[in-house]
Antibody
């Protein structure tokens, strides 16, 4: 059974940093593209970042470019999102999602709250 | 603000049919596959349709997808109370930079 489990969310002050993790199981992690998608409270879905199976290709949404860094450790079956210079508008539930063209598998999400 | 436009809400009685439109451009829908997601309150999104019109295993054929030019449509027939949710279209976009984009979202209400 495919499982994606996010962790690392919490309350952080504006300007602060947070690192999210997504632990994958039930499939060959190193063979699949991965993404981060977020959803602000009461708002729609917003794609955040993509990473290829090898990590060689990475894309970011304009809203996080230069502040967020996506990475993966295929040996640990884990996906990461390093978030720096956090802003109030980054407050959202962050989901990791598997695949490139469409997202068949999603984690349960982890809440990031940016507030003083 | 999303580059994919959906109606904010649609509604119909149980057993009826609804359609949800997703309007884009040549840099997204016009040259890429479209997928559709259902999000029930408080839960992660669920893939309903991929590659414009394909259904993942376990998705009933009451859900259908189509694409024409720069627009896509999700259809739901035999509407059930359990279909009351938010629905999003999604696809890749390459207008200025490569990115994945979701539609603005549509709330389906079963009357």
């Amino acid at each position: 059974e495919v499982q994606l489990v996010e962790s690392g969310g919490g309350l952080v002050q504006p300007g602060g940093s947070l690192r999210l993790s997504c632990a994958a199981s039930g499939f060959t992690f190193s063979s699949y593209e991965m993404n981060w998608v977020r959803q602000a409270p009461g708002k729609g879905l917003e794609w955040v970042s993509y990473i290829s199976s090898s990590g060689s290709t990475i894309y970011y949404a304009d809203s996080v470019k230069g502040r967020f860094t996506i990475s993966r450790d295929n040996a640990k079956n884990s996906l990461y999102l390093q978030m720096n210079s956090l802003r109030a508008e980054d407050t959202a539930v962050y989901y990791c999602a598997r695949d490139g063209s469409y997202y068949l598998y999603w984690g349960q999400g982890t809440l990031v709250t940016v507030s003083s | 603000q999303s580059v994919l436009t959906q109606p904010p809400s649609v509604s119909a009685a149980p057993g009826q049919k609804v359609t949800i439109s997703c309007s884009g451009s040549s840099s997204n829908i016009g040259n890429n596959y479209v997928s559709w997601y259902q999000q029930l309150p408080g839960t992660a999104p669920k893939l309903l349709i991929y590659d414009n019109n394909k259904r993942p295993s376990g998705i009933p054929d009451r859900f259908s997808g189509s694409k024409s030019g720069t627009s896509a449509t999700l259809g739901i027939t035999g509407l059930q109370t359990g279909d009351e949710a938010d629905y999003y279209c999604g696809t890749w976009d390459s207008s200025l930079s490569v990115r994945y984009v979701f539609g603005t979202g549509t709330k389906v209400t079963v009357l």
